[in-house]
């Protein structure tokens, strides 16, 4: 299982807007919610490019499927 004790995960600069935590771990956070304002659970950049998330394993895994899931509470196209 990934967790993320056994996992690395940095990004371009965090977001800071708001309350939320924006942070880069929230990326195998394990939560299906896509509502950010509700689960405090997103993780997001500033809107400036280049806009990148890495994700690094302590280990070798096999990996099936990787999931990314946008927001649902309409703010995918949100600009400062």
């Known amino acids: 299982v990934i967790t993320q004790s056994n996992t690395r995960v940095t990004m371009s600069e965090k977001l800071r807007y708001g309350n939320n935590s924006w942070e880069a771990v929230n990326v195998i956070d394990g939560s299906m919610s896509m509502d950010a304002s509700q689960c405090n659970c997103c993780a997001a950049t500033q809107i400036h490019s280049p806009q990148w998330i890495q994700v690094v394993f302590n280990a070798q895994y096999l990996v099936r499927i990787i ?13 400062l």
């Open 67 to 79: 999931q990314i899931l946008g927001r649902g509470d309409g703010m995918l196209d949100f600009t």
